[in-house]
């Protein structure tokens, strides 16, 4: 506990705001009004930025691969991040530092490592033994480009193809080159007289290591005896190949050509193929060829014990099936299966049973990467069904267009929203368990619940429950259900202000404690949600239609709707009640034949069943005016305790008493100022054009500048300068007159110098700085509140700040933060008896601050951030005691205040990518990173902080990524994140059988470090390729497939701290992590043990 007078206040200042704050303080002084000292606890040693976790879909996937001993699948993207996936829990994301696209990707299987292989021709073997994956080795081509890999079971060398045909052989334990090459021209002999394209394929045969299969792209497969250095037979083909399958007796194998074929060739009989299938072609009569159909991309062979064999392909449809869904093929014995997926497939993985390509595979399922999804599918069931996915990568269903973040709920909140989601779940999944069930969870040190909210261009919200660095979908509201929708696009309203996603969310306000929640959409929509446990049937939809211009001369007002006069402070005014209108009207026109007086959106007007879960409790609606289009939305509050909902515009401020269902408050934003404008302000003349969506404000005058079209945020901006000075559509309109409300806050708090005591009022924050402030006059609870009205009338009181008011909040005499008053939740569809309509009357509304209730002689501070500055202002005397000017070159995109280990402080995120922290009141730098530049609208849209140091936004349109600002979360961070790999010992080599061994048969396998190595082989040019070490700690690290001593060493003591005790397992996994050759050493004494065994031994 530190007190602060002036001079440390200066100390702790940066250089920049020094000389600012000084004279400020000076001022401060000679006021003589520096209230009650508050003890701040917040140093800088509290925080600490770093990123912590990334949910959703990996976007734009390139690669995928899966090691079936650990169950865990690894997802690569053509932005070169690494995304795996374990249990569900279980999740990682790394990122190459190139950004080149991961092309492929490979496990050394069961050893806890990976090798990717990325376009800029580099391979990287990443070490994930630590919870934080990183890379052990790079080797950089540099003659040649890489096209595939393959690195065989249990082995340490790895082959890599290239675009000009050749096969080099890498040492995944040294990350060096060997000296044994496979030369095209040497592979294909005199076989063609071209050269045969690329390779694009390589694997061994699965009975005979030292058979290679190199598949080039022309048609051309050729089997390479390894020891021999030549190829023993060569299969050509006049179609281009995509992909070669083995079949597990390594007698047969089946490739995928560009004409949609599949030809299955027969080792030893090179001449034609054994079959060939064109599994979608049209079957012509008189024997002729069937018709030519798209490539077959990908085919994969699966053998099993008791049937038939499956043959799983991606691609081959024929090319008159226009406008078709892309397909995966299920071939098994004679029934094909073709399974359309909602996105063009990437790649597909089918999972088995074992890891050695020399037995019976027994698939069980198929992972099917596609462009925007990942599927699982059973192949065990009938119909083949899909597996419920438990990674939360449905974020991008429709594009998030602004999400909150809340930390530190309310308990019952969590539990609530997942029993009235567990209700939208689907039908008819596969009842396995997830098969991806690698790694283990890591500790909870967090026990406060979170939920994000992300809203939808389709109009729909999304709670998850985000608690400990995990997330889940919790349930799903559908907002566009109100509104009629159009069947086409001709029968579309013209009264639409948006050329798509009409019903697209743009600002959510959410009260935890009271579950009240409030929506803006694009469409100038407001909609009044209240949650409840019961299904209830609403006959009508009550509807409220806001009629909100600005007009500087004259203020028209439709009828039914008396717009009070401006009252003087103190006298209020009684405005008439609307009707709810049961449905909007159809149209209606001025007399000059313009459109007037009708919505955006047709709201229904036939009866709604509404399940549990959120419930319409009232629509309102902007409407047209004189042929104008109503303006978007820019902020929005509402309060449960109080019964009222405010949203403003670039046209003024409407305020709705949601409970009576009346429009208390609808001002044009000069009306506001009253007579105490401060501008000078232009006529404005009337504008004939689209609605342009509501932008960000202008970087130099804070005012809101209308782009062309509705954009969602999910369209990247690409101009990293991001000025938002753009051209605007506006005609000469006077900047200023298109001031806009850029933030509401409800309080109760004293509103002008002279009050004694606090009471409930509307803060009003705009576009140009200012802040006004509009006192509520609220009638008592119970029925009363129901009866009378509530009384609106402006205060007189005007603060400025330089630049968009974005945030206001509210501090007590001790500078704790005093949360807007609200109601405890109830369910509101049961009738209630008369001791509760007693206990209602009674009951007031919770406004507490968390050190004690206010008293009469207390004053409060008031905190507001603008784009350019914060300042502190003491009430009720209104005089500012602190201030700190956050940015002069850049502006705040986003500012909060948000609690931090029992105090509270201001958090703002700016658009020259600095996230800062200050403290409250005396607004001293905490914390002040440069993190990243802003790039995009979807940064800028979906940035927030929460409380305890959290905060997130949209890395990309399909995932979220979180960062703490807290030195403790960072610290804990470690223990947090789960473990992807775990200690399991690999399956027994399957047995070789009585007469495999007795006859000879059976795998045979290939001492590969007598060819591949130093020794044999002798040295690579040193010019084809350089070695790079990675950062992942090389020293006393052979590389990960030798086994990591240390790493052992450490996964031993984490899991003894956890009590967990290895035995047997532990130690026969050291003895098979130990040495690099202990694979293939043990698979030769097998066979060598095997071999001199007489018949009767077996």
């Not at 991961?102 to 299987?109: D, K, N």
């Not at 405005?575 to 709810?580: A, F, L, N, R, Y």
């Not at 419930?615 to 449960?640: C, D, F, H, K, R």
Request: charged content about 20%; overall charge neutral.
């Amino acid at each position: 506990m530190r007190k602060f007078n002036i001079r440390k206040v200066l100390d702790g200042l940066t250089a920049v705001s020094a000389v600012a704050s000084a004279s400020s303080a000076a001022q401060q002084q000679q006021a003589g009004n520096r209230e009650t000292e508050i003890q701040e606890t917040l140093q800088s040693e509290h925080f600490q930025l770093c990123k912590t976790v990334r949910h959703g879909f990996p976007y734009q996937p390139s690669a995928l691969a899966f090691d079936p001993v650990q169950k865990i699948l690894a997802i690569g993207t053509q932005t070169g991040a690494l995304r795996l996936f374990g249990r569900p829990g279980v999740e990682c994301y790394c990122q190459h530092d190139s950004g080149a696209a991961v092309i492929q990707l490979q496990f050394l299987i069961n050893e806890g490592a990976l090798v990717s292989a990325l376009a800029d021709d580099t391979l990287h073997l990443w070490n994930l033994r630590q919870k934080r994956p990183a890379i052990l080795h790079s080797l950089k081509f540099n003659r040649e480009r890489i096209t595939f890999c393959h690195l065989p079971f249990q082995s340490k060398w790895l082959y890599v193809g290239t675009e000009r045909g050749n096969i080099h052989i890498v040492n995944v334990e040294s990350f060096t080159l060997s000296g044994y090459v496979i030369m095209w021209n040497k592979a294909i002999e005199l076989s063609s007289k071209s050269h045969p394209g690329p390779v694009v394929h390589i694997s061994d045969n699965p009975m005979d290591e030292g058979k290679l299969l190199i598949g080039f792209e022309s048609g051309t497969v050729v089997l390479w005896d390894l020891k021999s250095k030549k190829a023993d037979y060569r299969y050509t083909h006049d179609e281009a190949i995509h992909s070669v399958a083995w079949h597990h007796e390594g007698k047969q194998f089946i490739c995928s050509h560009s004409d949609g074929t599949l030809t299955i060739w027969n080792v030893k009989s090179p001449t034609k193929p054994f079959q060939t299938i064109t599994p979608h072609g049209k079957q012509l009569k008189d024997g002729k060829k069937p018709e030519p159909c798209k490539p077959i991309l990908k085919v994969e062979y699966k053998t099993t014990r008791a049937g038939e064999p499956f043959i799983i392909l991606s691609g081959g449809l024929s090319y008159d099936t226009v406008g078709r869904r892309p397909c995966l093929t299920v071939m098994h014995g004679k029934s094909t299966a073709v399974l359309e997926m909602d996105y063009s497939i990437v790649d597909f993985l089918t999972l088995c049973e074992t890891p050695y390509p020399n037995d019976f595979q027994e698939p069980y399922a198929v992972v099917v990467l596609l462009e925007k999804d990942l599927v699982l599918i059973d192949l065990a069931q009938n119909g083949y069904p899909i597996f419920e996915n438990p990674y939360p990568l449905t974020i991008h269903e429709s594009p998030v267009t602004c999400c909150e973040y809340f930390a530190d709920c309310p308990v019952d909140l969590i539990p609530a929203l997942y029993s009235v989601g567990a209700r939208q779940k689907r039908q008819g999944y596969s009842k396995k368990e997830w098969p991806i069930s690698g790694g283990n969870w890591g500790l909870i040190t967090q026990s406060y619940p979170e939920i994000i909210i992300t809203g939808h261009a389709d109009g729909s919200i999304k709670f998850w429950d985000a608690s400990a660095i995990t997330l889940q979908v919790l349930y799903k509201l559908k907002t566009a259900k109100v509104f009629e929708k159009s069947r086409n696009k001709d029968d579309r309203p013209n009264t639409d202000i948006v050329d798509e996603d009409p019903y697209a969310i743009q600002i959510i306000s959410w009260c935890p404690e009271s579950r009240m929640l409030c929506i803006a959409g694009v469409s100038a929509h407001v909609i009044i949600y209240r949650f409840s446990k019961q299904e209830v049937t609403t006959e009508v939809i009550p509807m409220l239609e806001v009629r909100l211009l600005y007009e500087i001369n004259d203020i028209e007002t439709p009828d039914g709707e008396q717009v009070p006069p401006v009252p003087t402070p103190g006298t209020g005014s009684n405005p008439q009640s609307i009707v709810p209108q049961s449905h909007p009207s159809t149209s209606s026109s001025s007399s000059d034949g313009l459109r007037d007086n009708v919505p955006c959106l047709k709201v229904k007007n036939s009866p709604l069943k509404q399940s549990p879960g959120y419930q319409i409790e009232l629509v309102i609606q902007l409407v047209w005016v004189s042929g104008e289009p109503p303006q978007q939305i820019t902020s929005l509050a509402i309060n449960s305790a109080y019964g009222l909902v405010v949203f403003g515009n670039c046209n003024g401020i409407a305020m709705v008493d949601y409970l009576q269902k009346t429009v208390l408050l609808n001002l044009g934003t000069i009306e506001l100022y009253g007579s105490n404008d401060p501008y000078r302000r232009e006529p404005r003349s009337p504008r004939k054009t689209r609605q342009p969506s509501g932008g960000l404000c202008d970087i130099n005058e804070g005012t809101v500048v209308p782009e062309d079209r509705c954009k969602s945020p999910t369209s990247d901006v690409k101009d990293n300068s991001f000025s938002r000075s753009r051209s605007s559509s506006v005609t000469s309109i006077d900047k200023e007159s298109r001031e806009a409300i850029s933030a509401l806050h409800f309080c109760e708090t004293f509103t002008r110098k002279a009050d004694t005591s606090p009471s409930p009022c509307l803060w009003v924050g705009t576009t140009l700085g200012t802040v006004l402030v509009i006192v509520l006059n609220l009638p008592p609870g119970g029925e009363q509140r129901l009866l009378q009205p509530v009384i609106v009338s402006p205060s007189g009181t005007i603060l400025r700040l330089k630049g968009a008011i974005l945030r206001m909040a509210f501090l007590d005499t001790t500078g704790s933060l005093v949360p807007p008053a609200h109601e405890p939740w109830r369910e509101h569809n049961v009738p209630e008896d008369k001791d509760e309509k007693e206990k209602a009357k009674k009951r007031r509304p919770v406004s507490v601050s968390p050190s004690s209730s206010q008293e009469i002689s207390e004053n409060q501070y008031a905190v507001i951030c603008s784009e350019k500055q914060a300042k502190v202002i003491s009430l009720p005397s209104q005089n500012c005691i602190y201030k700190q000017n956050i940015t002069e070159t850049s502006f705040v995109l986003r500012g909060d205040i948000v609690s931090l280990s029992n105090s509270i402080c201001l958090a703002c995120f700016c658009a020259n990518g600095h996230i800062m922290t200050f403290s409250l009141p005396s607004l001293r730098p905490l914390l002040d990173v440069y993190y990243l530049p802003l790039t995009n609208m979807r940064i800028a849209r979906t940035f927030c902080f929460t409380n305890n140091g959290q905060a997130l936004y949209l890395v990309s349109p399909t995932e979220i990524q979180r960062l703490t600002y807290s030195q403790e979360t960072c610290e804990n961070l470690q223990e947090m994140l789960g473990e992807l790999f775990t200690p399991v010992e690999t399956p027994e080599a399957p047995n070789r059988g009585f007469f495999k061994g007795l006859f000879g048969g059976g795998a045979q396998s290939l001492d590969r470090e007598e060819l591949f190595g130093e020794s044999a082989s002798g040295k690579a040019s040193r010019s084809l390729a350089q070695h790079i070490p990675g950062p992942g700690g090389i020293e006393g690290v052979k590389g990960a497939a030798s086994g990591v001593v240390g790493e052992l060493a450490r996964a031993r003591l984490a899991l003894d701290e956890r009590g967990q005790k290895l035995g047997e397992l532990e130690e026969k996994t050291a003895a098979m992590l130990y040495s690099a050759d202990s694979f293939s050493k043990h698979a030769h004494e097998m066979m060598l043990k095997y071999k001199d065994k007489k018949w009767y031994q077996f």
